[in-house]
């Protein structure tokens, strides 16, 4: 199974944007960084920063992970140089809930790493959450490995 990267329209920004916004917000909920009431308006602001000039900011490229002619997913890459090489850092990378399962996680890995050696890029990184159990492991079997871990406790 392969999958293409196809470079992210300004119709398909705009749904991906507002999703990832909501997304991100729960996530940091989920995880115990932020508390409900806060988190909404802490992602937009950190999206506004991210992405100021939405698909034409510098150094970021957002794509469509396309499957044939449909759309199954979403990429988002940053790109910048380090030290005279180029690294790659994956802000996002989602597949659609109904494509999930079934190969395409793989395939959009194998494809970024395509993309990436035919950029020059040397590296690429990407943060996870720890309780994204099948994202870990997706990532350990395509040979990323951790380079820092957050931990925390909850006190009563």
Request: no cysteine; hydrophobic share 35%; aromatic share 10%.
């Amino acid at each position: 199974m392969s999958v293409k990267l196809a470079l992210m329209n300004e119709e398909a920004f705009n749904q991906y944007y507002n999703n990832a916004i909501q997304e991100y917000a729960n996530e940091h909920v989920k995880a115990g960084n932020w508390s409900e009431e806060e988190a909404l308006d802490k992602a937009k602001k950190q999206f506004e920063q991210l992405l100021p000039d939405g698909l034409e900011t510098n150094d970021h490229v957002l794509f469509s992970i396309m499957y044939g002619i449909e759309t199954v997913g979403t990429l988002w890459l940053n790109i910048r140089t380090k030290q005279h090489e180029k690294h790659g850092f994956i802000y996002d990378i989602k597949l659609d809930d109904d494509q999930r399962g079934k190969g395409y996680g793989k395939a959009t890995m194998i494809a970024l790493e395509e993309y990436a050696k035919s950029e020059n890029i040397n590296q690429i990184s990407l943060h996870v959450f720890a309780h994204n159990e099948r994202a870990v492991a997706l990532y350990e079997k395509m040979g990323y490995e951790a380079t820092s871990y957050n931990m925390s406790k909850k006190l009563s």
